[in-house]
C-alpha cells in the first residue's frame, strides 16, 4: 500500500547551518509531494511542492529535490533561524482526496 | 481573514459522552478533510467530502461522523467517546481533489478523561 518513510525524526543544527529531511515513498505512479511545517499549537502549513515533472524547487532559503527513479526527496533549509524550529512532514500527495503523510522530523535551531 | 476555522480549540469531556467539532472554510474549495493526529503527531486521514458528498472513510469507527451542510463546512460528531479518541482533529480544505494543496486548521485538542 501507499506509505511514506521520513527520516530523521529529530534534528538539532547550529543557526545559520543547513537542514536536511529525507523521504521515501512506495508508489511508483505518485507525482505530487508537498511538505509541510507544524509550529506548536497550530496546524500543518505548507511551504513548498514538488511535480514529479520537475527535480528541483527552490523558494529562498528552502528547496526540495525530488529523485523519481529512487522514490527519494528531500527538503533542504539553509542558513536556518530560530524561527524555523517546528516539526516538518514530507507527504505523498498523489492519492485523490489523501495526503500520506511522513511521521514528522522536530527540527531544533541552537543559537 | 482565518481561512480554515474549527471550534472548539480544546474539548475535555468524559468517557462514553458525545461531542461535535465543526469547521468552516473560506476559501471556496469544494473539498474538505478529516485527520486525526495522535500523541506521536502522526498524521492520518479520516473522511474526505468533495462538494458535500463522502469520498474516502478510512475505516474510521461508526461512531464518527461527519457531516457537510454545504461545501464550505464540514462537522465531525462522534458518540459514545473512548479513551482511545484522545487526540488532536483537523480539519482542512483544497480546490479540488487532485494533487492539490490543503488548508489546515489549528485544529481541536479532543481530551477523554
Known amino acids: 500500500g501507499e506509505n511514506v518513510e521520513q527520516h530523521p525524526s529529530t534534528l538539532s543544527v547550529q543557526e545559520g547551518d543547513s537542514a536536511v529531511i529525507k523521504c521515501t515513498y512506495s508508489d511508483s505512479a505518485s507525482n505530487y509531494f508537498p511538505w509541510y511545517k507544524q509550529e506548536l499549537g497550530k496546524g500543518p502549513q505548507l511551504i513548498i511542492d514538488i511535480r514529479s515533472n520537475v527535480g528541483e524547487k527552490k523558494d529562498q532559503r528552502i528547496a526540495v529535490t525530488l529523485n523519481k527513479t529512487a522514490k527519494h526527496f528531500s527538503l533542504h533549509i539553509t542558513e536556518t533561524q530560530p524561527e524555523d524550529s517546528a516539526v516538518y512532514f514530507c507527504?505523498?500527495?498523489?492519492?485523490?482526496?489523501?495526503?500520506?503523510f511522513g511521521s514528522g522530523t522536530r527540527l531544533s535551531i541552537r543559537p | 481573514d482565518t481561512a480554515v476555522s474549527q471550534t472548539p480549540k480544546y474539548l475535555v469531556t468524559q468517557m462514553g459522552n458525545d461531542k461535535s467539532i465543526k469547521c468552516e472554510q473560506n476559501?471556496?474549495?469544494?473539498?474538505m478533510y478529516w485527520y486525526k493526529q495522535d500523541s506521536k503527531k502522526f498524521l492520518k486521514i479520516m473522511f474526505s467530502y468533495n462538494n458535500k458528498e463522502l469520498i474516502i472513510n478510512e475505516t474510521v469507527p461508526n461512531r464518527f461522523s461527519p457531516k457537510s451542510p454545504d461545501k464550505a463546512h464540514l462537522n465531525l460528531h462522534i458518540n459514545s467517546l473512548e479513551l482511545g479518541d484522545s487526540a488532536v482533529y483537523f480539519c482542512?480544505?483544497?480546490?479540488?481533489?487532485?494533487?492539490?494543496?490543503?488548508?489546515f486548521g489549528d485544529g481541536t485538542r479532543l481530551s477523554i478523561l
Open positions: 507527504a505523498d500527495g498523489s492519492s485523490a482526496s489523501k495526503i500520506i
Open positions: 482542512a480544505s483544497s480546490q479540488t481533489t487532485d494533487n492539490q494543496p490543503q488548508h
Open positions: 476559501l471556496g474549495h469544494d473539498t
